[in-house]
Structure formats: structure tokens, C-alpha cells
């Protein structure tokens, strides 16, 4: 007897259609991704033309912000395998829907003002860390700026949950697509004082992406509510009602996707400190590598939003061959695409970190270190494919708990303790660092592929 995915595939090896489908869906979200990261690589791009000190100082402050925001961004996250399960179940789940789009709002809606708080004060934080004064100065004033931008920022993650539950995720790159240019320019201007506009410097820059992120939050509103196939939802109606059944669930699966991000993102933060304690050189080296290392990142992200995605919906339609090609053929394209960076990283890596910081002598110290950091950052790049692909696929199974539990031994217990025992006992400084870090990437992929493996045996692929 044949599955229902397997009729639905008319005659064509169902892994064939699967590769189509899932590919339909993640190229949107991976060149969205890309796009995205690259408003703030451009940003680090226009830093680095101002020196090594204003990109240190705004490094170690957006360090601290990345940390935070995944973990509100995997609250917001939950947003996706919840409404793909509900239309793999109904294909009109309207209410449904609506009800976790909603909860989406009032959970980001309570944490942005004590987020907000501690953005207000984040040259504290940077002090207690033991980073310079003055580094702490530029980067606080940077924040109170910048620190805006999260809110659209948010709001557009949400949608854009929406739209890939509902594989309908191009939109969000060409409005992605239209930032990147629009960044530029605006902070181009504001930072350097072009166009009769006065040279804000650091300040500037966090005005650009406050204005880019709210004129691309506002016209995928625009586009939503307009749009025949969406506005039926009707997903800002009574935005004003809580839901505290719907928000509860939410919070359960989105909570250990955050912390899971945050974790990680935190380690990678807790890194940058560490580098300043090396000096800031390192720290510049440190912001251009891990740049060109999230930016390859992007592309498995992608991969594992669409296994998300397409493993709820064959979840929700009980249908145990379709949740295993989805999974499959997600995580062999990722990691194919991770290893042709990482062969990119290790042979051509200063031609890729002159991109960020002029070739000059005067910034001669900080390119080598950064070279040195990107030949291990391609070593890293196979794992961190396989674990960021294989959490969507357990997320597609509402399984967040364990990978939770996972980055937690994995990120913090190996990787930090390898990389900082490397770092500072071993004396391998910031190279040792880097190489904590893939060793608690590894670990985390292979306990995160064990659990895959294991699915059927530990019930996973019941819905819950």
C-alpha cells in the first residue's frame, strides 16, 4: 500500500518530488537569510571604514543583542511548526492560524521593554566583562540607536513564519533583497554625513537599520493584508484579545528553540569578550570571520526552516515516509552546500576577509588573525550545517526540549571549556578559541542526528 505522499507524487520516485518541494520552499528562506545577514554585514563593512575600534566596540555590543534575540526570535519560531501541523491537519485552518499568530504578538510584545532596558544600559554589561571604557562608551552609544530596529525586526520574522507555514516564502526575499541596497545607502549617509546629511558615525548606523527594518516590516504588512490568498486570515484581527491557552503552548515549544539559539549565539558572544581580553585587534579579527562564517550559515539555516516546515505538514498528515525524506533531503543538500564553503574558506581566505577591512598596513595585524580564524571556521562548517539543519528537523516534531538540552552540554560544557582552556592555558589564544568552538558545533550535530535517528523508537512521530 502507498502512502498518501507517495500517490500525491503521480508515477515520479517520491524522493525526486520531495528534493522539489522542499528546494520550492527553502531557496526563498535561504537567499532571505542571506540577504538579511547581509544588512548586517554591511553594516560591519561600513564599521571596518571607520577603524578597528568603532568595529570592536559595535561587535562586542551587537554580540550581546544577537544572544538575546534568538532567543526571542525562537519564540517567535514556534510560530512555524505550529501552523504548519494545523494546515497539514486542515488545509483552512483560518482560526487556528490566526489564534498562534496572535500569541506570536502578545509573547514578543511582553519581553521587547525589559529587552529594550538592558540594550538602554549596554555598556554595563560590556564593563563588567572586563572590556575597555572607551569600548563600552562607543557601543552604548551605538545601542541607543540601533536598539530600535528590533522590534520591526521581530515582527517581520514573525510574518515571515506565517508565510513559510504556508509555503509562500518569496515575498519575504525580495523585500530582503530590497534592503540590502536601502541599508547601505541610508547608512552610508548617516555615517559618513553624504547628501548634505551630518556625519553621525556609529550613531548613524544604528539610526539605518531602525529605518531599513520598519520600511520592510511595514510593506510585508502591506503586502499580507492585501494579498487575496492571506488577508483571509485575517491576522491582526483582535490582536488586542489574549489568548493565554494558545500563548502557554506557544511559550512551551518556542521557549527551548530560544534558549537552544541563545545558547549558541551565546557562546559565540561569550567568545567576543574573550577576545577582548586578547586586544582589539582580535576582536576586529574576530567580528570579520565570524561575519563570512554566519553568512555560509544562512544557506542551512534556510534548509532548516523548509524541513521544519515540511515535516510538520507530514506530521500532521501522519505520514511517517514523508516526515523521513523531508528530514533527509534537507540535511544532504545542507551539508553538501557546507562543505563546498568550507574547501572556499581554506583556500582563498584573505581575498574573503579584505572584502570587510582595507589592505592596508596599519590593519596588516588584524587581517593575519582574521585568516587564521577562517581556516578553522571552514573546519567547523560541515557541523555546523548538520546541527542547525538537524534541530529544524526535530522542530518540525515539535521536539525542542532535548535539542535545548543538547546545545546546553554541547556549546557551553565542550566548547567553551575546550576553547577557553585552549585559548589561555594552552596559550593557543584566539585560534584556540575557534577551535572550542567547532568541537562543541561536532558535538551538538552528532547528539542532534542521534535523536533523529531515534525518532520513531522514542515516539516522536506521534502529534502532540
Known amino acids: 500500500m502507498t502512502t498518501k505522499s507517495e500517490r500525491l507524487a503521480g508515477g515520479r520516485p ?54 538575546f534575540n534568538m532567543f526571542l526570535l525562537g519564540l517567535a519560531t514556534a510560530a512555524s511548526p505550529m501552523m504548519a ?34 540594550l538602554w544600559n549596554i555598556g554595563s554589561p560590556m564593563r563588567a566583562f572586563g572590556q575597555d571604557a572607551a569600548l563600552a562608551e562607543i557601543g552604548q552609544t551605538f545601542m541607543r540607536t540601533y536598539m530600535w530596529c528590533t522590534a520591526p525586526w521581530l515582527l517581520f520574522q514573525l510574518l515571515r513564519n506565517y508565510l513559510a507555514a504556508m509555503e509562500r516564502p518569496r515575498i519575504v526575499l525580495w ?26 558615525g556609529v550613531i548613524g548606523a544604528g539610526i539605518g537599520s531602525t529605518i531599513t527594518w520598519t520600511l520592510m516590516c511595514g510593506a510585508l504588512i502591506a503586502y499580507i493584508l492585501g494579498h487575496r490568498q492571506f488577508r483571509r486570515f485575517h491576522l491582526f484581527g483582535r490582536f488586542w484579545r489574549f489568548d493565554g491557552e494558545r500563548v502557554g503552548k506557544m511559550l512551551k515549544l518556542g521557549a527551548p528553540i530560544g ?24 576582536i576586529a ?21 523548509a524541513a521544519t516546515v515540511r515535516i510538520g ?19 544532504i543538500v545542507g551539508v553538501a552546500f557546507m562543505a563546498a564553503m568550507a574547501l572556499t574558506m581554506w583556500a582563498i581566505p584573505r581575498p574573503l576577509v579584505v572584502m570587510f577591512l582595507a589592505d592596508t ?90 535523536r533523529w535517528l531515534m525518532r520513531e523508537r522514542l515516539g516522536l512521530t506521534k502529534l502532540r
Open 14 to 67: 517520491a524522493w525526486r518530488v520531495e528534493l522539489v518541494a522542499t528546494m520550492a520552499l527553502a531557496w526563498p528562506l535561504v537567499l532571505s537569510n542571506f540577504t538579511q545577514q547581509a544588512i548586517t554585514a554591511t553594516d560591519v563593512l561600513l564599521m571596518g571604514r571607520l577603524g578597528p575600534q568603532p568595529l570592536a566596540a559595535t561587535t562586542l555590543a551587537l554580540n550581546l543583542t544577537y544572544t
Open 85 to 118: 501541523s494545523a494546515l497539514g491537519q486542515r488545509f483552512n485552518a483560518v482560526r487556528d492560524v490566526r489564534r498562534t499568530f496572535r500569541a506570536g504578538l502578545w509573547l514578543l510584545g511582553l519581553a521587547l521593554p525589559a529587552y529594550w532596558l538592558l
Open 175 to 200: 523585500l530582503s533583497i530590497a534592503g540590502i541596497p536601502t541599508n547601505a545607502l541610508i547608512s552610508w549617509s548617516l555615517i559618513f554625513g553624504k547628501f548634505g546629511l551630518p556625519a553621525l
Open 259 to 282: 534558549a537552544g539559539w541563545g545558547l549558541e549565539m551565546g557562546v559565540f558572544a561569550l567568545a567576543a569578550y574573550f577576545m577582548g581580553w586578547l586586544g582589539t585587534e582580535a
Open 285 to 305: 579579527a574576530h567580528a570579520i570571520a565570524l561575519q563570512l562564517a554566519a553568512l555560509t550559515f544562512m544557506v542551512p539555516l534556510g534548509l532548516g526552516q
Open 313 to 331: 505538514r507530514a506530521l500532521g498528515q501522519k505520514d511517517q515516509a514523508g516526515i523521513t525524506r523531508a528530514g533527509w533531503t534537507s540535511w
Open 361 to 450: 598596513p596599519a590593519n596588516a595585524p588584524v587581517i593575519a588573525l582574521a585568516v587564521t580564524f577562517l581556516k578553522v571556521a571552514a573546519a567547523f562548517q560541515l557541523v555546523d550545517g548538520a546541527q542547525v539543519i538537524g534541530a529544524g528537523m526535530l522542530r518540525g516534531l515539535h521536539d525542542t526540549r532535548w535539542p535545548l538540552l543538547f546545545a546546553l552540554f554541547g556549546y557551553w560544557g565542550v566548547g567553551l571549556g575546550i576553547g577557553s582552556w585552549l585559548a589561555f592555558s594552552a596559550d593557543w589564544r584566539g585560534v584556540g578559541i575557534w577551535t572550542g568552538l567547532a568541537v562543541g558545533l561536532a558535538v551538538v550535530a552528532a547528539l542532534m542526528l542521534w
